[in-house]
């Protein structure tokens, strides 16, 4: 039977472990994760190409938009959902989310118009949109970067050469050049003030807070009726992964929630055809679950109740990978679909239907 990886499968024994070891594992992972960075660092600034610049630490999401659910500076992460004993459950503000592919004078004008809170008392405008988008790329790239950059620095550790590593360095390294592709593309959309290169499907303004912040871009696996969107198993060079944008955005007492996609993703048509038939909360639910089974920076208010963070289905969405073990004989899409099934959104809390100052 077809069984995906998960990541907070682990026995009492091997959590007794992780944190018995917790602080060692913590120094080897630091280490690691420093020297894939300083290796995976551009020489130039990707939006203005200036050479060895200083990198600004730019945030995924808006560090504004963060404080309007933090509780003292701070926000939990996915892992207070998922508890790995090795990994953090909050983290401050200010370093959330960091990349750092750009100099400080491009991070401090090229997104002004979507990271300015004002501007969504109306539609979001195309180049709104197209920000989004760069910055969601530009975060894809410098987590590949990264990746790749860890991936190669282990395969040198102890001159091995593991075919899992040399497979994964493979798909890193297509992932990566569809982000660049797409981050030029919203690149030149914001330049030249073109318009309609992003569909945008599903714009709402809540009345309320919601206790959870999102930005990225993700690639679903299937659409409301079961239908292959992405196949993730597709090995061919030329099959091209295409991704959704998603945003939460926090305001001050009020929430905007957009999907959209590249126009040329035409994978997406029947989902968003499917999706748009449904009535609001359907919606909300739909995108509360693509975010916790997807997704893996997702911030949330402190101010929520552990009975929401504790809730058994919800960990075991969030703990969901789309890595799988299967002995090759089976279609490899049948343990995706039973994990990633959409019908499933009403077994977890819908964190998009909770006020966070009301708590419901």
């Known amino acids: 039977m077809d069984k995906l990886f998960n990541l907070g499968n682990i026995s009492d024994a091997e959590r007794a472990l992780m944190e018995k070891r917790k602080v060692d594992f913590s120094k080897i992972r630091s280490k690691f994760k420093n020297e894939s960075r300083k290796d995976s660092k551009p020489t130039e600034c990707l939006v203005c190409k200036q050479e060895t610049p200083k990198f600004c630490n730019s945030h995924s999401m808006p560090a504004s938009f963060l404080r309007n659910i933090a509780v003292e500076g701070k926000v939990h992460t996915t892992n207070k959902i998922i508890d790995m004993p090795l990994l953090g459950t909050e983290e401050g503000v200010n370093k959330i989310g960091t990349f750092k592919l750009i100099c400080r004078d ?204 504790k809730n058994e289905n919800l960990q075991k969405v969030a703990d969901l990978t789309s890595i799988q073990f299967f002995d090759g004989t089976k279609d490899g899409s049948n343990g995706l679909k039973n994990s990633f099934d959409l019908s499933n959104m009403n077994n977890i809390p819908n964190f998009l239907l909770i006020d966070v100052e009301k708590g419901s």
């Open 106 to 309: 491009c991070d401090s004008k090229i997104f002004q118009e979507y990271e300015e809170p004002a501007n969504y008392n109306n539609a979001p405008t195309d180049k709104m949109i197209a920000q989004i988008a760069m910055k969601n790329h530009l975060r894809s790239i410098g987590k590949r970067r990264d990746e790749i950059s860890l991936y190669k620095n282990l395969n040198g550790l102890g001159q091995i050469n593991n075919p899992f590593i040399n497979g994964m360095l493979e798909v890193q390294t297509l992932d990566l050049n569809e982000y660049l592709r797409g981050f030029k593309k919203a690149k030149r959309a914001i330049e030249k003030n073109w318009e309609n290169e992003y569909y945008l499907f599903f714009s709402e303004k809540l009345n309320y807070v919601v206790p959870l912040a999102f930005q990225g871009e993700i690639s679903l696996h299937f659409d409301l009726d079961g239908n292959i969107i992405n196949d993730v198993y597709n090995k061919s060079k030329k099959y091209i992964i295409q991704t959704i944008h998603i945003s939460v955005f926090p305001l001050e007492s009020t929430t905007i929630i957009m999907l959209f996609i590249d126009k040329n993703h035409k994978r997406y048509r029947r989902f968003y055809q499917q999706f748009n038939k449904l009535n609001l909360e359907q919606k909300l639910g739909v995108i509360n679950f693509i975010i916790f089974s997807y997704a893996e920076d997702v911030f949330m208010s402190k101010k929520l109740h552990e009975n929401y963070l």
